[in-house]
């Protein structure tokens, strides 16, 4: 049985079980859930193994890759720049960045970029998989393409380019990348142990993966889907782990402690305050929640209802029953999440990957719990 460190308030002993219960039954190597209400960590729990052979003790200072849960951080960075009057979601997106007008892209809002409906969801020509460690080069190739469907008709989630398409509109604005931003903005500052971007000095932390014994199920497969995820070229390769690690993908390789994306989704729930001070303001909380597109996302196997970047609990219900309540989710089944009724959020990392898109069994278990207790 694994050894279970942190805590949990008296009145969420059942996560406490949960947590237990998810080790008991081999569904863990190493994870760590924690919960802020109200501004306060009520629940913080870790376990485990940091790697494979369990030799590793997963412990407070581990981190994991949390994949497209990372698209949390890159919402609320582009968030931030709108609450600082220096961008607009109504805006289109050639307004700062010109060349992606190119392809019938000049109408492209940044709100429609940030819901995944600008029709860019993956290459579907074939490129080498190396290109995505050549952020220019990528960028230039997105500005360049044309859209694999009319932008502004539906959402198709597009898991890696978001990150290049979100950062750019960062970057062009603020004239630093995402990465930097978090750290010298909030990371730093604050005390939060994450990073879009890792340091070499700061690997030895990072858990081993257990990879999924299978592939997810897409559903019915379409050009969306496929340039999005079942190509060659469809994620980086052919660089190694650590250069992975290093590169900025603020779609998909952000590295963190559950307890840093709790706080900062905490945070989004308790009208921005994190440590006194207002990472972002109530009506911009409510205004990157907002839903933006509705329906069967021609990516995702599911009905999705998006918000300027965040999943929203509404049609894919895996965060408690907050019908306003958003976040993300990560491959392998990490998550973080903000209930602003309830004043509440929370993340879930973990080393052994599930093959569950959006919904992670072992996450709702925990979520689940938490919102028993409330």
């Known amino acids: 049985m694994a050894e279970i460190h942190g805590f949990a308030h008296d009145r969420f002993a059942g996560v406490r079980r949960a947590f ?4 008991a039954q081999g569904l863990e190597l190493g994870a760590r859930f924690t919960l802020v209400e109200a501004g306060e960590t009520v629940v913080d729990l870790w376990g485990g193994h940091a790697d494979r052979g369990r030799q590793v003790p997963f412990d407070a ?20 720049l709108v609450d600082q009057g220096k961008l607009r979601y109504d805006q289109p997106v050639a307004e700062v960045w010109p060349e992606f007008a190119q392809g019938g892209k000049g109408a492209i809002t940044v ?13 579907p020509d074939e490129i080498d998989p190396a290109l995505w460690f050549d952020w220019d080069a990528v960028c230039a190739k997105l500005a360049a393409m044309a859209p694999l469907w ?8 597009h898991p890696i ?12 604005v603020d004239g630093r990348t995402m990465g930097t931003a978090l750290r010298q903005d909030l990371a730093e500052p604050i005390g939060l142990d994450v990073w879009i971007g890792l340091p070499d000095g700061e690997h030895g932390r990072v858990a081993d ?7 997810p199920n897409f559903g019915e497969l379409n050009e969306p889907t496929r340039a999005a ?26 590295h ?39 329906g069967p996302d021609l990516v995702l196997p599911f009905e999705m209802s998006w918000g300027a970047g965040f999943m929203r609990n509404e049609t894919v219900k895996v965060w408690g029953p907050g019908l306003q309540t958003f976040g993300h989710s990560g491959w392998g089944g990490s998550c973080a999440f903000a209930d602003p009724e309830r004043r509440l959020g929370g993340a879930y990392v973990m080393n052994k990957q599930s093959t569950d898109l959006i919904g992670d069994a072992r996450a709702r278990r925990l979520i689940e719990a938490a919102y028993a207790a409330l």
Do not use: C
């Open 161 to 172: 380019t978001f990150g290049y398409i979100a950062g750019e509109i960062f970057r062009r």
């Open 256 to 294: 963190a402690a559950a307890e840093a994306l709790a706080r900062l989704m905490g945070a989004l729930a308790n009208d921005g305050w994190l440590d006194g001070e207002v990472i972002l303001s109530p009506a911009l909380i409510a205004e990157v929640a907002r839903e933006r597109v509705r």
């Open 20 to 23: 237990e219960d998810n080790f």
């Open 209 to 215: 993966l257990q990879r999924p014994s299978g592939l």
């Open 229 to 254: 995820f079942l190509t060659r070229w469809s994620s980086p390769a052919g660089r190694g782990q650590a250069e992975w690690r290093r590169i900025e993908i603020p779609s998909a390789n952000g």
């Open 61 to 80: 200072r581990t981190l994991t890759a949390v994949f497209s849960t990372t698209k949390a951080l890159a919402a609320l960075l582009i968030a931030r």
């Open 111 to 123: 709100e429609q970029a940030m819901s995944h409906q600008a029709g860019l969801s993956g290459f």
């Open 150 to 157: 009319p932008p502004g008709t539906a959402s198709g989630y």
